[in-house]
């Protein structure tokens, strides 16, 4: 591995680290309107354990439920790159965020009752490593 940077590397950082340009924090929520104009929210479980996925995503239906959001989209990717594919101990179904987020949502009688629907997502909104959750009107 090359430790040597280049000119334009040590240009390029120090305009970056002198700028008020901020980089998007994938862990912090943002909103968006749909073409319904109905209030959306997304998050993005990539690259998260199970547990910490599981938690976030509690957490996250719980605000939105609050907030008064009629759509969720979430992003858990496609589990392509997950290190549990080649473990024979482990179920591939359930170890990827994919399926077992799902599960675990709809495993969670407190969460459902927040739910209306659970539907996959169009190719646009990420396709088979997303899913839409459609919030009930908070009571």
Request: with cysteine; net charge positive; aromatic share 10%.
């Amino acid at each position: 591995m090359n430790k040597k940077l280049s000119n334009k590397d040590k240009k390029d950082w120090k305009n970056f680290i002198s700028s008020k340009e901020k980089l998007l924090d994938k862990d912090k929520f943002f909103f968006k309107k749909d073409k319904n104009l109905n209030l959306l929210k997304t998050i993005d479980l990539h690259g998260l354990s199970l547990d910490v996925a599981n938690k976030k995503i509690d957490e996250f239906i719980n605000i939105c439920f609050v907030k008064k959001i009629k759509k969720i989209i979430v992003i858990t990717g496609k589990g392509n790159r997950s290190q549990t594919i080649n473990n024979p101990y482990i179920s591939k179904d359930l170890s990827i965020l994919k399926n077992s987020v799902p599960e675990f949502i709809k495993s969670n009688q407190n969460l459902m009752k927040m739910i209306k629907s659970i539907e996959g997502a169009k190719i646009e909104d990420g396709g088979s490593g997303a899913f839409y959750i459609y919030l009930k009107n908070k009571f």
